[in-house]
């Protein structure tokens, strides 16, 4: 998100924040002889396992598309004084996995801020795409008659998707056999109107049917119809395509 003020939030308040958490830490722990209102430009980095990157004025190299206010003959420099507006706001360079949050001012007033919170997308975006190959290969068991398989692939591709989202997050489960603790975050993220019901219910019936699928376990829950594992599949990849949307390079040209 960019530009003063973006959607629902406060950009005095988003800048205020940066000051107060990283900015004026940044200031005293270096040692800086610099005043807020000398801080016209700033970049925070936060790297997902390691302490904010802060760089202020001249060293945060930012990105923008800016709208002149009179027209620049080829060839002469851009400078402050010219820019009328910004948008798209956005680090020049910056590690895949880290999420960032940055302003710049103009000196006639005005400016921009812009905030990016994912963190580890070139991870998410590998766990989406086998998520996307577990599916497919959910469908071709289905198609073939082979129930057990395909609860077990459509499983391990819903919680690819919903893995991938938790580490856009920074969110941590410890250990591989974290089956409770995703389908926990599935139904607090549908509940608080993210996606579908569908999403939660449809990856609890195919967990509680797994050591059935699997095993052939009498204790374990019976393999669900046919008809019924289209729609779970359905479901399955509705939730891959959200995350894929959630973990997508939002600076991205558009194909």
Known sequence: MSELDPPGLSADALIDQMFTLWIVPHIEASNLDITRDE??????????NGAPEVTLNDQAELLATVQVRDAVASGEPVTAENVEHVSGLRPAEIEPNAGWTAFAFLPGGGGAVAFDFRYNRERAVELLKRASEFISTARETLAAGRLGPTVETALAAGELAVTAMTSLQNVAHKGRNSHGARQAWLNNYTHLGNGPQDWY????????ARPFARYGDPDGSPLPADSELADYLDHVESLIQHAARYAADHDAPAS
Do not use: F
């Open 39 to 48: 801080v016209v430009q700033a970049l925070v980095v936060l790297h997902p």
């Open 201 to 208: 219910q449809t990856m609890r019936r195919l967990l509680t």
